[in-house]
């Protein structure tokens, strides 16, 4: 089923479902992450004052991050590299991007880094989760030829639906962070952590069923960021388990 990547069009400019279901997703962690920054008794406000720099750092980041592996089109095609409407958004320049946006921000703070970002990922999941779906719309981010029977039709041709795969595991993940971890969390920085390795797992195998991957050398990038995110995560969960015995 295709769908016109363009819901509708005000004073002569096209709104995009892309766009949509972005901020949409945005809207919604915000409202969860609000909630978790109350547990923390954190200031009132303070996932909306992170959120209103996080979305266009985070954006930046992962345009920048995309780009940059896709050099070799965008270098002769540069009035492309802020047609950001047509997608080309890669996740993990976001998500890499918006880490680094929490560090500082919780330092100019005075805020707990990791307690911090153990309110914010949550909410994050929920949101990776709608935005991929605008993946689906704009025919982008699916997997090769595929015979089974939930497969895709892109251009003719039965494909593996990567996007909902990765939606599915993101929503999963936020239900498990939100409704069951987070009120048992033993030290800073777990849901974090554990956000990295659930996600960072799930990532690497979808990834293997993608097409589009961007790639250094022979090897699919996104993969590799999920092994580093996967063993940071891990590494640290375990050493601390170890030291809370």
Request: charged fraction near 15%; include cysteine.
């Amino acid at each position: 089923m295709k769908i016109n990547p363009i819901a509708f069009t005000i004073f002569n400019i096209d709104v995009r479902w892309y766009g949509i279901l972005i901020a949409l997703g945005a809207f919604l962690a915000i409202y969860f992450d609000d909630k978790l920054s109350k547990k923390e008794k954190m200031y009132n406000g303070v996932v909306t004052d992170f959120a209103a720099v996080a979305m266009i750092f985070g954006i930046i980041g992962a345009r920048a991050y995309y780009v940059i592996f896709e050099w070799e089109y965008y270098s002769t095609h540069l009035n492309e590299i802020f047609a950001i409407r047509n997608g080309g958004l890669a996740i993990y320049g976001g998500i890499l991007t918006g880490i680094l946006v929490g560090y500082v921000f919780s330092k100019l703070k005075k805020i707990s880094f990791l307690k911090f970002a153990d309110v914010i990922v949550p909410g994050l999941s929920l949101a990776q989760g709608i935005g991929r779906w605008g993946n689906f719309i704009n025919e982008e981010a699916h997997g090769g030829p595929t015979n089974l029977p939930w497969g895709i039709l892109v251009d003719g041709v039965k494909v593996h639906p990567t996007f909902l795969y990765e939606s599915i595991l993101d929503v999963l993940i936020f239900i498990f962070l939100y409704k069951y971890l987070f009120d048992r969390k033993k030290f800073d920085g777990q849901i974090f952590m554990t956000y990295l390795c659930f996600y960072g797992m799930g990532r690497f195998f979808i990834e293997g069923l993608r097409t589009d991957s961007l790639y250094i050398g022979v090897f699919r990038v996104s993969q590799l960021v999920s092994i580093v995110m996967v063993l940071i995560g891990a590494v640290y969960i375990l050493y601390n388990k170890k030291r809370s015995n």
